[in-house]
């Protein structure tokens, strides 16, 4: 979905995150008539982190809003692992809830990766579980983490097919940045992956027909490393230090977004880009993961 610009097109991620929020209500409202139970999510948040609190509100009401059941479970900072690990088993065993997402990060104390190997990998909507982690690796179903799996929509809606394009993913993480490489290369891009220690970034960048950002530093990324007519995807979120007598600063992404519109054939803006699509893409695979659940088929157009 795309809208005009002086520049690059924008990549209209909020609009897109939208249609296929629509398209997830109405299949989600299919379920509920034939399984006789809507589609469950569980959601637990230990702690008080403040953006913590505002994501795991924001799915809840994307939950409500998509016709999916949420169940919230708040737990304490000083919450044992004993005790979170016997929620994830609960939850594993409750037939109500398809879908099992942990809210990340842990408070210190926590073994995140003690918790996410906990989860039912066929519950693991995040797609963290190692189990989904090697399934994408190796070509098999499984659940493929949210944001990577939303720019890939983003990609494939942009350039239909991508194979032979040079791709670079710039971020290493477990989350973002190496499934989005796999998906890349499952969709016979050629793929580098660069990070903190890659030498010549600029020069890699200006090679890239597609360029995936998502490192985490505010507008790393200049407008003249872009290929001309290049796809620009920008994951990163970073709030700038406020302005003069501004109580909050900017958001802005890694990718220096003025300098990079002119040049790009098309660019996710921030906010309104890869972020919408992030929980549409959890509403989603709470979807699939109920009709698995179920023993139905998965409705097309997902
Ligand atoms: N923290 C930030 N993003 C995410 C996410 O996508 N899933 C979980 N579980 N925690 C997060």
Known sequence: MLAATSGAELIDGKAFAEALRARIGERAAAFAQYAGRRPGLAVVLVGEDP?????????????????IASFEHRLSADTSEAALLSLVERLNQDEAVDGILVQMPLPQGLDEQAIIAAINPDKDVDGFHVINAGRLSVGQEGFIPCTPLGCMMLLKDRLGDLSGLDAVVIGRSNI?????AQLLVDANATVTIAHSRTKNLADIVRRADIVVAAVGRPEMIRGDWIKPGATVIDVGINRLPPEEGKERGRLVGDVAFAESRDVAGAITPVPGGVGPMTIAVLLRNTLVAAHHHAGMPVPEGL
């Open 176 to 180: 973002v940045g190496k499934p989005m």
């Open 51 to 67: 953006a913590s609190q505002v994501y795991v509100g924001a799915k809840a009401k994307a939950c409500e809003a998509a016709g």
